[in-house]
């Protein structure tokens, strides 16, 4: 069965304390992987789309890498607003295939 | 450019009913899909629409149903509501079926509660 799994669960971190998200999943055949977040009280927002192992993106303080097994976000030098929950999705290569969300990573910045 | 529109925001439903939430994708996206959020399973999908046809449907059980108008707008409804249908309900909208380049666009959703 596929699966995305993130971790941690919750991150607490102090302004400017830089960190790593991580999303780890087991999908036979990746089209692609999606970085969103979610305030709460809102829907996802479209953070990032990685397609292949080696691939990063980067917005603002946020970095997200792609390996054939993980994915990972990197938070650089936080700020409060940056207090939000990450999630990460998978598509699968076959067919239409949907979105396959993870449980997500609440994080809280403290000034 | 309006986003993705959800109505209504809230709702309190008793055990039983049915109830019936709304859709409007970004104008020119012909794709709609519903996911069911909760605090312990996360977003799940339930299902996908495109050209008023249902593409792709989740593991959800009967009571759950939508479709699609002309207009790309779109409806899901939940019948015999159950505790645990409460919910946050989101509608994500995309230019075609799956996802593009910049995955999908969701709406803030529709909070349901089943009293």
């Known amino acids: 069965e596929d699966q995305v799994t993130q971790s941690p669960e919750a991150l607490r971190l102090q302004e400017g304390e830089s960190s790593s998200l991580n999303c780890s999943y087991t999908?036979?055949?990746?089209?692609?992987l999606f970085w969103y977040r979610q305030d709460p009280g809102k829907g996802p927002e479209f953070l990032f789309t990685?397609?292949?192992a080696g691939e990063e993106k980067e917005k603002e303080r946020l970095k997200a890498t792609l390996t054939k097994k993980e994915s990972f976000l990197h938070i650089t030098a936080p700020k409060p607003e940056d207090s939000a929950t990450y999630l990460c999705?998978?598509?699968?290569?076959?067919?239409?295939?949907?979105?396959?969300f993870g449980k997500g990573t609440m994080l809280l910045v403290s000034p | 450019k309006a986003g993705v529109t959800q109505t209504p925001r809230y709702l309190i439903k008793t055990r039983g009913q049915q109830v019936t939430l709304s859709c409007s994708p970004i104008s020119g996206h012909r794709s709609v899909s519903w996911y069911q959020q909760t605090p312990g399973q996360g977003l799940q999908f339930l299902f996908e629409?495109?050209?008023?046809?249902?593409?792709n449907k989740g593991n959800f059980p009967g009571r759950f149903s939508g479709r699609q108008f002309s207009n790309s707008r779109s409806e899901m409804n939940v019948s015999t509501l159950e505790l645990g249908d409460s919910a946050l309900y989101l509608c994500?909208?995309?230019?075609?079926?799956?996802?593009?380049?910049?995955?999908?666009?969701f709406g803030s959703g529709t909070r349901l509660t089943v009293v």
């Open positions: 990685l397609y292949s």
């Open positions: 999705a998978v598509q699968m290569n076959s067919g239409y295939s949907t979105l396959t």
């Open positions: 629409y495109f050209s008023e046809t249902q593409r």
């Open positions: 994500a909208s995309s230019l075609a079926l799956g996802t593009d380049n910049y995955g999908y666009t």
């Open positions: 999908v036979s055949g990746l089209r692609g």
